[in-house]
């Protein structure tokens, strides 16, 4: 049993490369989540996705795109990668927008030079 | 006032000890409450959620809800060292149009053998 799974696991990129973070979960989970996870502030939402085919902005969009795919995938972009987005990205997923707990990747953690 | 406020740690206890998490948060109308262990580098894991007031019991661990002082707990019993991780508080926001749970910055606890 998978669960949720991110791609890739580790990726170092030049300030203004561009990148896509994978997710997919195996629960048929309605809703998925994006975090970044930086040291002393917690996890802090970037993008969800309520149900396949709706995506909304968190906490902290700016310089990030996502996609819902289907309904197990939902990737996260970086159109033109900062210092500033150095952190640790983890997806998640949930059976549905308003009840029940996190599911985790084991997540993906990009440095930007 | 941030959403979710846990003290950040390190709290550090003998093992065999009983470790005590606190948890306040700003939503008053907030309704599930969920425990993340997370260990240095991994994934955040559920330990406990809880939704009523009072304890609810799983083996070692027990959380406490207070909904009119807005306060959660973790207590370990039997600390081990193994239970040396960062506990996430996380709420799940009254508010429906903010369908994501709010986390805690995280208590780091560290089991002394």
């Known amino acids: 049993n998978a669960g949720v799974t991110q791609t890739p696991k580790f990726q170092v990129l030049k300030t203004g490369q561009s990148m896509t973070l994978q997710c997919a979960q195996d629960?048929?989970?309605?809703?998925m989540y994006w975090y970044r996870q930086d040291p002393g502030m917690g996890l802090r939402l970037i993008y969800y996705?309520?149900?396949?085919?709706?995506?909304d902005k968190g906490e902290v969009p700016n310089g990030y795109n996502v996609s819902r795919l289907n309904k197990r995938e939902f990737s996260l972009r970086l159109e033109s990668a900062a210092p500033s987005q150095t952190s640790v990205y983890f997806c998640?997923?949930?059976?549905?927008?308003?009840?029940?707990?996190?599911?985790f990747g084991e997540g993906s953690r990009l440095t930007v030079l | 006032q941030k959403e979710v406020e846990q003290n950040s740690g390190p709290l550090s206890v003998p093992e065999g000890a009983i470790a005590s998490l606190n948890c306040t948060y700003s939503?008053?109308?907030?309704?599930?409450f969920f425990w993340y262990r997370q260990y240095s580098g991994k994934s955040p894991e559920l330990i406990m959620s809880?939704?009523?007031?009072g304890d609810k019991e799983d083996g070692r661990f027990t959380a406490q809800l207070n909904k009119a002082s807005q306060y959660v707990s973790l207590l370990i019993r039997d600390s081990q060292p193994s239970d040396s991780a960062t506990y996430l508080c996380a709420v799940n926001p009254s508010d429906t149009g903010r369908r994501a749970l709010t986390f805690g910055s995280g208590t780091r606890l560290q089991v002394q053998p």
């Open positions: 809880i939704y009523s007031n």
């Open positions: 996705s309520a149900s396949e085919g709706t995506t």
């Open positions: 939503d008053r109308g907030s309704q599930s």
């Open positions: 998640a997923s949930r059976r549905d927008i308003y009840t029940g707990e996190l599911f």
């Open positions: 629960m048929n989970h309605n809703s």
